[in-house]
Every structure is written in C-alpha cells, then in structure tokens.
C-alpha cells in the first residue's frame, strides 16, 4: 500500500534526487512484498491491491514525465501499454463476472522492469530515456500476447 502515496509524492516533488529515493523505494517494496508473498502466502487483498498500487505509481510517474515533454504521448501510451490492457480486462471480466487469475509472467515482469529503467533515464536526464521507452512498449505488445495466450488456455 505504500506505493500510492509514494506516487503521490512523485507527483507533487521537483526534485529529481527526491523522485529517484521514491522509485527506489517503490523498487524496494514492490521486490520485497513478492519476495515475502512466496515465502509465507500471500493474500487475496494482497493479490489484487499489489498490482493496483504498481499501475497507479507507474501512471503517476509517466504523468510527470508526458508533462515535461521528454516522451511525446504515444510513447508514454506504449510505455503503460500493458497496464492499460491489465486495467480494460479487469473491467471486463468484473462486468461479466468471470473473474480469472493468472499468475506474473516473465514478460509482465520484464515490463515492470523496462518502466523502472525507463524511469531511471529519465531521472538521469539520460538519452536513453527514448530508445528504452520503446523498448518497453516493444516488451509490452509481447506481454500482452503472452497473457492472452495463457488465458484463452484457461477457458
């Protein structure tokens, strides 16, 4: 849950050492509260609230970045192509009461660490900050077939 109010902070500080600590820490907690849920169970609110907090932090990020024009506003759409996919399927099966479960996947998490990355470009004032949020995109498109792969097996 400490995810959404550091996205808040992440919103509301200029100060790019300020950003970088809090994406740490998102970093820290995100890696920690998987690695805890493995070990002793996780919940059932944990399972939903943990990649609610991860999407709402990753699209208050990418505000700030689409704000300074760094990326135009397709790459920030393919950036958080994956998580607004994720968002459109929760609406869909809640509306159709077919509530399905998948596990993380490689690609998702890769996602998550491409988001990070380009993050950290961005925070670095690196000129990798473009190529990387194409990557993620790339990664993104990839994540989402497997995910869709993996559902249409459950049916």
């Known amino acids: 849950m400490c995810r959404i109010p550091l996205a808040v902070v992440f919103l509301l500080v200029d100060a790019a050492i300020v950003r970088l600590v809090v994406l740490g820490l998102v970093v820290v907690t ?3 509260d998987g690695i805890w849920a493995r070990r002793i169970g996780g919940s059932k ?3 939903v609230l943990d990649p609610i907090a991860d999407k709402l932090f990753m699209l208050a990020a990418f505000i700030v970045v689409f704000r300074t024009g760094l990326l135009n506003p397709w790459e920030v759409l393919g950036v ?5 996919t994720a968002l459109i399927s929760f609406i869909g099966v809640t509306i159709l009461r077919r509530p399905k479960t998948l596990p993380a996947r490689a690609g998702g998490k890769a996602v998550t660490v491409c988001q ?3 993050l950290l470009a961005f925070l ?6 473009r190529p990387l949020a ?3 995109a790339a ?4 994540a989402i077939w497997d995910y869709m792969t993996v559902a249409r097996n459950k049916r």
């Open 45 to 47: 609110a944990g399972a």
């Open 139 to 142: 990664i993104s498109l990839y």
């Open 80 to 84: 958080l192509l994956r998580d607004i």
């Open 134 to 136: 194409w990557a993620t």
């Open 116 to 118: 990070a990355l380009t």
């Open 124 to 129: 670095a004032g690196s000129e990798l900050l």
């Open 30 to 32: 995100d890696v920690g």
